[in-house]
């Protein structure tokens, strides 16, 4: 069973930039995408970022799209979001999630998809 941990969330005042991390173990001999999620209190939860495994495909939702990069480190097993621009409405819960590697480009972007793990979060504030 793989575990994933958040790490990097803030409060940043708007146009600032911060990257979090989301550290794997125990997934040694699996090949998995990650994905970044998040979530408003009282909101649904929303696709954010997906990259696969050999980090050839990535996708992202299109209100990220030019402000945020997603990449990881296989040999740290590590992957990253690094977040450009943020904006009050940045404001909520990160959340990273592991889903099989299913084909080379395979990257569901899309919670419905089976995860074989998620995070706890990290709380990403942004205000003035």
């Known amino acids: 069973q793989e575990q994933l941990v958040e790490a990097g969330g803030d409060l940043v005042q708007p146009g600032r930039s911060l990257t979090l991390t989301c550290r794997a173990s125990r997934i040694i001999g699996n090949r998995y995408v990650i994905e970044w999620y998040r979530q408003a209190p009282g909101k649904e939860r929303e696709a954010v970022a997906c990259i696969t495994f050999e980090g050839a495909l990535k996708k992202y939702a299109d209100f990220v799209k030019g402000r945020f990069t997603i990449s990881r480190d296989n040999a740290k097993n590590i992957v990253f979001l690094q977040m450009n621009d943020l904006q009050p409405e940045d404001t909520t819960v990160y959340y990273c999630?592991?889903?099989?590697?299913?084909?080379?480009?395979?990257?569901?972007?899309?919670?419905?998809?089976?995860?074989?793990?998620w995070g706890q979060g990290t709380q990403v504030t942004v205000a003035s």
């Open positions: 999630a592991a889903a099989s590697q299913l084909s080379p480009a395979y990257c569901p972007l899309d919670e419905s998809a089976a995860h074989d793990a």
